[in-house]
């Protein structure tokens, strides 16, 4: 038995590509764009933990000038601040600004819109157990990523 047919890979892609749709119409009016709204999202998932340009890139797999030139628009617009860290100057943290409220509001609504549409007639704690097979795939190809990354 394989433990993964070609229709989980490519749910999984269809599930990125409506996520990306979703989001972009909820803040359509603002011509964002997908790195901008990458940004932005992990931001607001991740600070303080994760607030640097380089966590962006490497966790959302974006390039690090993609991730510079949304950066750099997202500062530009007022809805995100930058601060060089204290004790390394080289280093600088991002953080969003409360004028971003309501565009980020409309994001979360517009992913809890998606959850429901893809969780429909699903039992709770079948989708409890699917989130947790994920998180732990995700942790191996993490894993396989960084070994990869240390054999360059």
Known sequence: MRPFEEGFF???????RLYKRYVQEAVAEYQFTPNEIAVLMFLYNNVPSLDTAS???RYKGISKGLVARSVDSLLRRGLIC???DEGDRRIVHLSLNAGCQDILARLRASEERL???AAE?????????????LRRIDANMNRLLQDKEEEL
């Open 10 to 16: 490519a749910g999984l892609s269809k599930l990125e």
């Open 55 to 57: 966590d962006i890139a």
């Open 82 to 84: 930058a601060q060089r």
């Open 115 to 117: 959850v429901a549409c």
């Open 121 to 133: 007639g699903i039992e709770p704690e079948r989708l409890s157990i699917a989130l947790d097979v």
